[in-house]
């Protein structure tokens, strides 16, 4: 027998847990790297198939009906049976399991959809997950022979033989599973496969993206991320409020003053500035659903986050780790090349004339911060091309002398306060960003903290800091430049306390759909060439310096516009 337990010593398996899931020896069948994914790193999401599957399955999930042993009496029908077999190594629950008086039992498999057109009207994932819910019951003492699939759309029976050569080939199957469970990375993504479109991790596993990167493939990169998500973060920033949940929905409420009830299936982050009170119950469910809720000063500084437990993609947090320590210059060169070359777009687009000199000293320092031999030489770059763009900075900006602060002057950043009202947005839509890059890096798996060009001091998210920096040109700077020159924040939206600038409760709702509104412009892609948003750009980047973590592409490539 091809992969019993007692074999399992033959290769280098031992972390591998003794019991197999028949379901993952279903995903191996039709994707390896599926199966890696979801087993191995514990990563999953669902699509609309897969929820589709759960409300098909939810008759056949409860259990139901004795299943005696053979040699008790004969078994008729009994509904979520469990088995195991620790000499196979496998593990199913079987959604139906129906017996005669003879003692032959039959497992059944609900499946979604209809059944394809092909010579055995069945996909061998499905055959093969058949076999192993077969192989379990003959090891259990029953006589089984065949197998069905039920098909819930057509409520059609397909039956399977269990043939000798179906036996072979799921044990087959098995014993090359744990070979690849036992290995730290994933294997490579299918290339152009049509299985990729419909699959729930497409997202996660990036195939066209990391194959593209990968030079495996020439073929045009198709647009198989899933769609932008309908929810939105639900941003709270009314002093004394109260953030509650009842019937489904989020509450907010101030002295019992009903200020605003949104559906909890539309909210994806939780974002509160200044002081409100959070219920538990609100809390403990947003945990659940792995919605984080984000902390703000109600200036604006981003101070934290609430959240379930984190990724259990760990050999990311290891490799992580590990560059971080000696080896993240290459990363850190190109992610301020991006930022240079992204700041100098902006510059030439908004600029009312065009500094030929300083565009041309831009595209000089690009090129000097990729080839930075250290950090040190690289922090340097980085600052001369900083001020060489906030020189030019005020020259996209129209009436922004009116703007409480006087006038943006090239002198360059200033914030906690910032002095003037200039300054006061761009730190405010930085927080933003840092706020949804530690949500995404999080999520992913990585620790947000331990970055490869910011130092990880002072409680500084530095790979969020490190991801931000080539979207603050073409994000939060760009933001800016739209509130001022088409009016919509103006010196009533600002107040002004001690020197200091801050924006008042208006000023941050329009600085906030501003954002938002960013966020969800499409553009296309400047490698793969479909059209996406910069909300989902975000996540797309993160997951490819993953995956260059993770040794599938051999470098990271900023994300740059022309």
């Not at 098909?151 to 399977?160: M, P, W």
């Not at 045009?220 to 949940?245: K, M, S």
């Not at 979207?471 to 009016?487: E, H, K, Q, T, W």
Request: with cysteine; proline share 7%; aromatic share 8%.
């Amino acid at each position: 027998m091809a992969a019993t337990a007692g074999m399992r010593g033959d290769t280098d398996v031992e972390d591998v847990p003794l019991l197999v899931p028949a379901r993952m020896v279903n995903e191996f069948t039709y994707c390896p790297r599926l199966f890696f994914l979801e087993w191995v790193e514990a990563r999953f999401t669902h699509n609309d198939d897969t929820r589709i599957g759960e409300y098909e399955h939810r008759a056949v999930d409860k259990e139901k009906g004795a299943a005696p042993l053979p040699d008790e009496r004969p078994l008729i029908e009994a509904r979520s049976v469990l088995l195991s077999s620790d000499r196979l190594g496998l593990v199913a629950r079987i959604d139906v399991l129906e017996g005669d008086d003879d003692g032959l039992v039959v497992p059944v498999d609900f499946k979604k959809g209809h059944p394809p057109e092909n010579e055995d009207r069945a996909w061998e994932p499905e055959r093969v997950q058949l076999c192993v819910q077969a192989l379990l019951l003959r090891d259990a003492g029953y006589r089984c022979d065949e197998g069905v699939l039920y098909y819930v759309e057509t409520r059609e029976r397909v039956v399977v033989r269990i043939t000798d050569e179906l036996v072979e080939r799921t044990l087959t199957i098995v014993e090359e599973l744990r070979t690849v469970a036992a290995t730290e990375v994933p294997p490579p993504p299918l290339v152009a496969s049509p299985k990729c479109p419909r699959c729930s991790l497409v997202g996660i596993c990036l195939p066209d993206e990391t194959n593209a990167l990968a030079s495996r493939t020439e073929v045009r990169v198709r647009r198989l991320l899933p769609r932008d998500p309908d929810p939105r973060p639900l941003y709270v920033a009314e002093h004394g409020a109260y953030v509650g949940l009842r019937g489904g929905r989020v509450e907010i409420t101030k002295d019992r003053e009903q200020l605003a009830s949104v559906r909890l299936i539309d909210v994806v982050q939780l974002c509160i500035f200044g002081n409100a009170q959070v219920s538990t119950q609100l809390v403990r469910e947003l945990m659940s659903r792995e919605i984080p809720i984000c902390w703000f000063s109600y200036g604006g500084w981003f101070a934290g986050m609430t959240h379930g437990l984190p990724a259990k993609h760990v050999g990311l947090r290891r490799r992580q780790m590990a560059r971080a320590h000696d080896a993240g210059l290459p990363i850190a060169q190109r992610i301020i090349e991006g930022k240079i070359r992204n700041s100098r777009t902006l510059l030439r687009r908004n600029t009312r004339e065009r500094p030929e000199a300083k565009l041309r000293s831009l595209a000089d320092l690009a090129t000097k911060a990729r080839e930075a031999p250290s950090v040190a030489t690289l922090l340097g770059i980085e600052g001369a091309a900083a001020r060489l763009y906030f020189e030019s900075f005020p020259t996209m900006l129209s009436n922004h002398a009116a703007l409480p602060g006087g006038p943006f002057t090239f002198e360059g950043r200033n914030r906690r306060p910032p002095l003037d009202a200039v300054n006061c947005l761009l730190s405010y839509l930085y927080s933003l960003l840092v706020k949804d890059l530690t949500v995404q890096t999080f999520a992913i798996g990585f620790d947000p903290y331990v970055g490869f060009y910011h130092r990880p001091r002072f409680g500084r998210p530095a790979l969020a800091l490190d991801l931000a920096e080539e979207f603050r040109p073409l994000i939060a700077d760009s933001v800016v430049v739209n509130l001022i020159n088409n009016g919509e924040i103006r010196p009533s939206h600002f107040v002004v306390r001690a020197g200091g600038v801050a924006l008042t409760g208006d000023g941050r709702k329009r600085v906030l759909a501003g954002y938002e509104r960013r966020l969800d412009t499409e553009i296309k892609h400047p490698v793969f060439g479909y059209k996406i948003s910069y909300r989902r750009v975000l996540d797309v980047q993160a997951r490819m310096l993953g995956a260059h973590l993770m040794g599938e592409i051999p470098e990271y490539v900023a994300f740059t516009t022309r």
